[in-house]
């Protein structure tokens, strides 16, 4: 099995690495192939599961509307 070596990592990155294999129950070699599969295959999209998800997304908003200045106000609320 063809095998990479990492040089170089943040050593923030690797904590967290390390903070994530533990906390999957995984080597950090698994866990970075782990995350090296799911950035590399991506995520196929179901547009059936993606418009449900929509539709229940309006309902729950439905009595909430915004508009442009809603929008407005919000956006600039969080910003100095």
Request: charged letters at 35%; glycine letters at 2%.
């Amino acid at each position: 099995m063809p095998a990479i070596t990492l040089k170089n990592i943040p050593p923030d990155l690797y904590e967290r690495l390390k903070q994530c294999a533990a906390a999957n129950h995984r080597s950090i070699n698994s866990e970075i192939i782990t995350c090296i599969e799911r950035s590399v295959r991506g995520r196929k999209l179901d547009p059936d599961n993606l418009l449900s998800r929509a539709r229940e997304l309006r309902q729950k908003t439905k009595r909430h509307p915004l508009d442009d200045a809603d929008f407005r106000i919000a956006k600039l609320a969080g910003r100095p």
